[in-house]
């Protein structure tokens, strides 16, 4: 068996080999972590100091209290063990009280330690004269079992951390964890040897050393491969709470990980890990067809669209290992675009009608006034009169085309506020009737106004009038002369369906059911002439007040627009 002299340079090498891992880890900016494993390096690096100066101590009684330091650092050694474990993997979260009761033992070894009965601790010391040295050896003392005990239960706790922390890990990654609880292994199984089988080794303290090799290899792993980036804490902080899916992928096509986000969309569970994409059958279809993704994707999920780029998971040397598949949600994006086309929709309809409709009436306007000013001295007087009516009345229409077309810019714009009050339907229809009444005397139809008295909705008054004199007027220009238009109301529940009636059959019900349901403002106006705007405008006013307007081809022949509207409880 080698005496002191020849294992005390091997143990002065292992001081200095922790002295500067000290140092480096305190100067960490990690502090979560690299302060408990500073803590750790410290300790052993006392305990490893006190075995190097053994031999540097000529009597029994500075040994002794040498070895009385040693002791109180090796009490603490499996606790910061632990602690710097626990920093590691900052998901799980452990009470303060358990913490106390952990430290309890290593507190109560630490007092004996330092106090008259340090022999329960460590008793009946002696020096060994070897043929080349002294071998300072002692014996246990009845309360050592019960430190030793826990020692080694806090070391079990600290593997139970990492080994926690390993189960959310890469594969890749998993290795690094593995070294860490391999470091943390081998001195405990030593210790173990040393106190309960060879207490030779113990005596030459080979723990404190290979402790100091241990802790080379920690510093390694965490700050030399950057464990913080790989180990749970970072994934907790990092991956698992983004918003947004993130999967997981080797070579294979094989499922390695997935994130919270992923398992809320895509429904997944543990079952899926190991799992080929195509065998995954809560994962949308494009996505499971397009493996391995060379190409971006762009899927719509639970009323969410997500853009899908696939990155390569690259080792140090640049070999791709994996693939990561991350769903950025665009749905905002989207929303602007389709506002973005709506609005250029909204612009090319606006000068849709200007062009169709609104240049129209003045070319009227001004062929008219072109003749009256060129020939006026030449036509009879009922001549002239009739062509100014003619421009009155192009005027008039224009002024309130001209109106309706602003209302209706300000209801694409959603500048257009409802002003929603009790409404009294009968003498409404009634006021509007009697403004077109001169256009259905010309024509001699017949307006009935089938409402009873008490018919009240809550509506906006202007919106609605605007609504029946454009129904009204479309039903008067294309209806037959002598025929009859008709303004019934039926009881719909908590509704009340408004129908204007009349027999004319220059419009389609599949062609007008088409540009009442039509979502978009792209509607064309070419093909309903002049009444294209007034349609627009009725078809915005009834979606404000959140109800339908829909045509109908009824039973006798006659055509129908109907529309609902909320009705006033009396």
Sequence with gaps: ??????????????????????????????????????????????????????????????????????????????????????????????????????????????????????????????????????????????????????????????????????????????????????????????????????PELRFIQIVPTALAFSSIVLVYVVFGHKTLEIIPFARAKIVDQMPDPCLMWDLNGKLLDYNPAAQKYFELSSENIGVYVDQIPGLPLDVRSSYPWTNSLEIELHDTCFFAECRPVRYKQGEVIGTILIFKDVSGQKRVERELRSLNQVKTTFMGILAHDLVGNISTIANTSEVLIREHAKMPADDVLANLESIQSGARDMNEFILQLADWARTQFRTLQVEKSVLEMRSTVLKVVEYLRPLSVEKELNLHVLIPETCLVRADARMIETVLRNLLANSIKHGPTGSEIKVTVTDAGHLLKFSVCDQGKNLEVMQLNSFFQDTTAEVSTAN???QGLGLLLCRSFIRLHQTNIWAEKMTDGTSAIHFHLDKEKV
């Design 528 to 530: 309903f002439g002049t």
């Design 1 to 198: 068996m080698s005496a002191w002299p020849q294992f005390n340079s091997i143990q002065w090498l292992a001081s200095a080999l922790m002295f500067v891992l000290f140092l480096y880890s305190l100067r960490q900016k990690q502090q979560r972590i690299s302060l408990p494993l500073s803590v750790f390096i410290g300790l052993t690096l006392v305990w490893c100091l006190c075995a190097a100066s053994f031999p540097l101590l000529p009597d029994l009684e500075s040994k002794i209290f040498l070895n009385r330091i040693k002791m109180v650092a090796a009490s603490l050694v499996s606790l910061s063990l632990c602690w710097f474990a626990a920093a590691i993997y900052g998901e799980l979260k452990v009470s303060r009280w358990v913490w106390w009761v952990a430290s309890l033992v290593p507190a109560i070894s630490v007092l004996l330690t330092l106090s008259p009965y340090h022999h329960l601790l460590i008793r009946d010391y002696a020096i060994r004269e070897l043929q080349d040295g002294q071998l300072f050896v002692f014996s246990n003392g009845p309360w050592f079992p019960v430190h030793s005990l826990i020692a080694r239960l806090l070391i079990i706790a600290a593997i139970f951390f990492l080994w926690q922390g390993m189960k959310s890990l890469h594969a890749f990654h998993r290795t690094r964890n593995k070294l860490i609880i391999l470091s943390i292994v081998l001195p405990s199984l030593l210790d173990t040897v040393a106190v309960y089988l060879y």
